[in-house]
């Protein structure tokens, strides 16, 4: 996914895919960055949004346990 972002940094699709694999990897920060920019670069991209929703609510209940 990095070598198509370099080549196009602007590919909503591309920059999903990579939140998708940081969150398979359950690094939950860096697909939530990717999810971002992907909705950023793409507003209407349901997925993104769902995707942020989905990470935001994971990143709030890790924060919970952690406390």
Same mark, same amino acid.
């Given at each position: #996914?990095?070598?198509?972002? %370099? ?5 909503? *699709? ?7 694999? #940081? &969150?398979?990897? @359950?690094?939950? *920060?860096?697909?939530?960055? #990717?999810? !971002?920019? !992907?909705?950023? *670069? !793409?507003?209407?991209?349901? %997925?993104?949004? %769902?995707?942020? &929703?989905? +990470?935001?609510?994971? &990143? +709030?209940?890790? @924060? %919970?346990?952690?406390?």
């Amino acid at each position: #996914y990095m070598t198509g972002l %370099k080549i196009d940094p602007e590919n909503a *699709k591309l920059l999903f895919n990579l939140g998708k694999a #940081y &969150e398979t990897a @359950e690094d939950f *920060k860096n697909a939530l960055t #990717y999810f !971002s920019q !992907s909705l950023a *670069k !793409s507003p209407g991209f349901k %997925k993104a949004q %769902k995707a942020v &929703e989905r +990470i935001s609510t994971k &990143e +709030i209940s890790i @924060e %919970k346990t952690a406390v």
